[in-house]
């Protein structure tokens, strides 16, 4: 199984973090990025105000035949978007280990300012040693 992408996206949509784990994908301009996000967030707002569900929290899943996008958003509004094969199983489970990993890395960093970009290379390694190690 693989898993090919993880996005970060803050309260107001921004792009906090993109890692992209398999060489084989196309690389994306940084706009095309950002624009990716930013149409997540606003489908994912639209998509919990009009669920037939009371208090709906939007987009949880998102599955083609080629990928699988998966949403974990956090209490706060910080969303974690994981990027997988269709057939990658315990996607939730990958999600909340990243969350605890950006917790542990990232936000207990004292240098590490709100909603800003990350740039942490503890996070980093350890995040790509938990990729590699996905069965």
Not at 23 to 34: A, C, I, Q, V, W
Not at 46 to 67: D, H, M, N
Request: hydrophobic share 40%; with cysteine; glycine share 4%.
């Amino acid at each position: 199984m693989v898993v090919y992408s993880l996005y970060i996206l803050n309260k107001a949509a921004g792009l906090i973090y993109q890692r992209d784990f398999n060489e084989g994908l196309k690389r994306l301009s940084s706009n095309d990025y950002l624009v990716l996000s930013g149409t997540f967030h606003a489908v994912y707002a639209i998509a919990s105000q009009i669920s037939p569900v009371p208090s709906s929290s939007g987009i949880e899943v998102l599955e083609t035949e080629t990928f699988r996008l998966q949403c974990f958003q956090t209490l706060t509004g910080t969303k974690f978007l994981l990027i997988s094969e269709p057939r990658q199983q315990n996607t939730d489970a990958i999600l909340r280990r990243i969350y605890e990993l950006y917790a542990d890395y990232v936000i207990k960093n004292p240098f590490y300012q709100i909603e800003m970009p990350v740039r942490c290379d503890l996070f980093d390694r350890h995040l790509a040693t938990f990729i590699k190690g996905i069965p």
